[in-house]
């Protein structure tokens, strides 16, 4: 259904451009790294503090909010980078399950993050039951490092 | 002088490396671990170093943050290490030949020296961090340091498979 998609992706002029090159792929791909290692930082200082186990002396809020501009920042040098790198190999990543399935993480991630995540994030200690906060520092963690992870195995089974 | 290569050689004809160099599984497996695990640890590092130099977290104490998130640096600065050893093993003379590969041990090494120097300079007045500007100056310049020389680790890292200087 979405091939025509990854057809035009496939032979637009950036992807052809990065195809010609021996050193613009490779240094996407380590910038995209770099950017991905910022923005898992952000995340899993948050997802620590929820859990109880990062810097227990600021509230849950303060430390999601100031990560926040990071994730942010991040984010978009994470897409940035990203998105040449898909168009270069879009045909590959139409026929790849582990993509799909990176994909489909990372979209629950997203929304578990801007949703579940913020507001239990946000709310005032001691109104929710301690189990909450903790329950969803752990999903968010399992859900990032699973993008991470299957990113990864792209490479090798993608 | 003798050359290392031999001794590379023994190691990489060893039964078990080996086996995990032609495994369908054992070398992604160690190297997916060692990016997962180097990604959250440089990744807690750098938030660390944000707070250093001022751009981050900046109404939590220093040393509160330093202490909290220290022993996950830890935890996962060892499974990195352990399996980017393994991984060296796995294939010792491709790396060893590897300019990226080289460039990334320095930059390492530097970071781990940074690190070093600043924790044996200013942590016995880690209390002290928040309100002496002399101590913020000195923890500015090493967060920069440190933010310089990981984002450099990270992206030789990346860059090994390439082998551009041959």
């Not at chain 1, 770099?34 to 227990?56: C, E, H, K």
């Not at chain 1, 109104?127 to 859900?143: D, F, Y």
Request: glycine fraction near 8%; charged fraction near 10%; aromatic fraction near 12%.
């Amino acid at each position: 259904m979405l091939l025509p998609f990854f057809q035009w992706c496939d032979g637009l002029a950036i992807s052809q451009a990065y195809r010609d090159s021996t050193y613009l792929f490779p240094l996407t791909q380590a910038l995209h790294l770099l950017a991905v290692t910022v923005f898992v930082g952000a995340i899993v200082i948050g997802d620590l503090r929820l859990l109880g186990w990062g810097p227990v002396g600021q509230s849950r809020a303060s430390i999601t909010r100031s990560a926040g501009s990071i994730l942010l920042w991040a984010g978009l040098a994470v897409v940035l980078t990203g998105i040449p790198q898909f168009t270069t190999n879009a045909l590959t990543y139409h026929r790849s399950w582990l993509f799909v399935f990176k994909m489909y993480l990372l979209a629950a991630a997203l929304l578990f993050t801007v949703t579940v995540r913020q507001r239990v994030a946000g709310a005032a200690e001691g109104r929710l039951p301690s189990w909450v906060p903790k329950a969803v520092g752990a999903v968010s963690l399992a859900l990032w490092i699973g993008v991470t992870i299957s990113g990864r195995l792209i490479t090798y089974y993608g | 002088m003798p050359s290392i290569v031999p001794a590379f050689a023994w190691l990489e004809g060893l039964a078990w490396t080996t086996a995990l160099r032609e495994s369908p599984f054992g070398y992604p497996l160690i190297e997916t671990s060692h990016v997962a695990c180097i990604v959250v640890f440089a990744g807690l590092v750098i938030m660390m170093d944000l707070r250093l130099v001022g751009l981050a977290f900046t109404h939590a104490p220093l040393a509160q943050i330093q202490r909290r998130l220290f022993p996950w640096q830890m935890a996962t600065f060892v499974p990195s290490t352990a399996t980017g050893i393994l991984l060296f093993c796995v294939d010792p003379l491709r790396y060893y030949r590897n300019v990226l590969f080289l460039a990334k041990l320095v930059f390492l090494a530097l970071a781990g020296l940074n690190a070093l120097a600043f924790h044996l300079k200013t942590y016995r007045r880690v209390e002290g961090w928040d309100e002496d500007p002399q101590v913020t100056a000195i923890a500015r310049l090493a967060g920069v340091a440190s933010l310089l020389l990981w984002s450099l680790t990270i992206v030789s890292s990346r860059l090994i498979p390439n082998n551009w200087f041959k």
